[in-house]
């Protein structure tokens, strides 16, 4: 039998879990091809290389077996992200420059679409209107009806995270990290993420859960500690290039969040 692989590194969610695990991991019933897997009762991302994550764990082998190689007395560090608490203007502002010039990340996919006036192909195209109402309601700091408009959307598209599962939770974190926190909005956050038990499967609501709560994977982070629109495009290149589409899409949260738009032709 092979030996267990050594972590590397892993976020703080990935170590709760391995903590209460022991370093056990089971499989995901009906997502035993992905690298998703249980630590405990919690999930968990396993891989050699990617994105950083609160829920990723790096090794420094293929993970043949259930178990990795977890030390209680000594456990790798984990990476923590602290909330950004940023200037909504000045945000606002980077996000639109950043949305002008996004067709230098490549050709947009899904939601990312509508970034360039183009309707997002389908079931996509049926939600354009409630990502609008989102976006507006965002800009608004109206968390009602951001909240109707967001569950029009979740569990919608294809992938292993629905698209809109993506541009929600994206969204969420942007305000998360704009320091938005009142009744209101925790109510809002609250039923979202109560909702995506029944309207989405348990990765991507674990991985919502992660984003509402202001953390996802290390370009969401860099993006939004980035000093302007250039130095924004490695990041949102890095974000992008996530999955089929969920990159795109948690951009086009992202921006939603930030400006209250989706659109934003030059002048």
């Given at each position: 039998?092979?030996?267990?692989?050594?972590?590397?590194?892993?976020?703080?969610?990935?170590?709760?879990?391995?903590?209460?695990?022991?370093?056990?991991?089971?499989?995901?019933?009906?997502?035993?091809?992905?690298?998703?897997?249980?630590?405990?009762?919690?999930?968990?991302?396993?891989?050699?290389?990617?994105?950083?994550?609160?829920?990723?764990?790096?090794?420094?082998?293929?993970?043949?077996?259930?178990?990795?190689?977890?030390?209680?007395?000594?456990?790798?560090?984990?990476?923590?992200?602290?909330?950004?608490?940023?200037?909504?203007?000045?945000?606002?502002?980077?996000?639109?420059?950043?949305?002008?010039?996004?067709?230098?990340?490549?050709?947009?996919?899904?939601?990312?679409?509508?970034?360039?006036?183009?309707?997002?192909?389908?079931?996509?195209?049926?939600?354009?209107?409630?990502?609008?109402?989102?976006?507006?309601a965002a800009g608004a700091d109206d968390a009602e009806t951001f909240a109707e408009a967001a569950l029009r959307l979740l569990g919608v598209g294809g992938g292993l995270t629905p698209s809109g599962d993506d541009f929600v939770g994206a969204a969420l974190f942007t305000l998360h990290h704009l320091g938005i926190d009142n009744a209101r909005w925790r109510e809002a956050v609250q039923a979202l993420t109560a909702a995506t038990r029944t309207r989405t499967h348990a990765i991507s609501a674990a991985l919502f859960d992660d984003l509402a709560g202001g953390e996802s994977f290390a370009p969401l982070h860099d993006l939004i500690g980035a000093a302007d629109a250039t130095a924004m495009l490695e990041p949102a290149r890095r974000l992008t290039a996530i999955g089929h589409s969920s990159g795109w899409d948690m951009l086009c949260g992202m921006i939603a969040a930030a400006t209250g738009k989706l659109q934003h032709p030059l002048n």
């Open positions: 039998m092979p030996e267990a692989p050594n972590i590397v590194a892993l976020g703080a969610r990935a170590a709760a879990a391995l903590a209460q695990s022991g370093g056990a991991l089971r499989l995901i019933p009906g997502f035993t091809e992905t690298p998703y897997r249980y630590a405990g009762e919690n999930i968990v991302w396993v891989g050699m290389r990617g994105e950083a994550h609160p829920r990723a764990v790096f090794v420094d082998a293929p993970a043949q077996q259930m178990r990795l190689a977890w030390d209680s007395m000594h456990p790798v560090p984990a990476s923590l992200h602290a909330r950004a608490n940023l200037d909504r203007a000045a945000t606002a502002q980077r996000f639109a420059e950043l949305a002008h010039r996004c067709r230098e990340l490549g050709e947009p996919r899904g939601f990312g679409q509508l970034l360039v006036g183009a309707l997002p192909p389908f079931p996509l195209d049926r939600r354009v209107d409630a990502a609008n109402a989102l976006a507006a």
